[in-house]
């Protein structure tokens, strides 16, 4: 039997949808059935292993899965040594340290001696010790955010992305500790040859679809004389193709990706510059 790679994602949670999303667009078939822990892809030889992303880290650095889609936040905070192979861009939050507004405690230094806490004790443990700050972590498994107005802490060090449940929970905000998002992650023993080879298949099917999610294709027609200034407007632009209007011999089509968003004030921008019929169209799928 040849040799398939083993993903393991989150089977349910804040990164189950996006990994499944970015699997599917990266054209790759499976069907998720309820209570299945291991399914294989129809069409390209991965094997999906859904688990809790507690487990993730664990799972990749013992081989148990060859790559795992997990977020920095727990790559961190394991410390395993695993291998980022590639950022995935989503499930965005910071780890960040608050106290109850109204506490006194405005600056990290203020937590000099106070109880902190977390679910992430050890990236909060390292932030501290860099800092020559003394705190006491106190480890707990989930609703830290309760735990200040409780008395069971001073302060806390949790997961934050919108900041919805530090407002909900009258918490103030005093650092980051540091910035997360999902990665995909291997073990830092070398994979066999075959399964190298699909991971590097697979890494360039995940870039094309970054890629193609952030880029845009830009068509337009504008005077030939302002080509260069209209370049310099728009954001990522690669080596546009200019073509002769026929019968304008002052005008030309510009077609063009760039590789950043175009807002509507760089539309508005070429515009001014003698651009028209701008048109900004999604890209399906990018390989170079
Ligand atoms: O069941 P399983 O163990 O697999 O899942 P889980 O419940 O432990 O994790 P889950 O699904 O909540 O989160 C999975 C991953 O999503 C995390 O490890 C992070 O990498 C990422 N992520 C992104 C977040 C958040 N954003 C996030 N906001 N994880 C948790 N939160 C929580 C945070 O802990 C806090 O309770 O959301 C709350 C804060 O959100 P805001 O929007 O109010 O600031
Ligand atoms: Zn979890």
Redesign the pocket.
Known sequence: MSERLALAM???????ESSQKLLLKAGIDFSLRSGALRIKAANFPLDLML?????IPDYVARGVCDVGI?????VLERGLGLNTRLELGF???RLAIAALDGSGIKAVKDFAGKRIAT?YPESTRIFFENLGIQIDVVPISG???ITPALGIADGIS???????????NNLLEIATIYQ???LLVSSETSLSQTKQKILDQLLVRFRGVLRAEQAKYIMMNAPSSQVEAIRSVIPGLENPTIMPLSGRGDRVALHAVASEPIFWETMERIKALGGSSILVVPIEKIID
């Open positions: 989150q089977k349910s949670g804040r990164l189950s688990v809790r992303d507690d487990d997990v977020g920095k936040n727990l499930s965005r939050c679910s609703s830290v955010e949790d997961l934050v992305s919108t900041g919805a449940t530090l407002k909900a997360s998002e999902a």
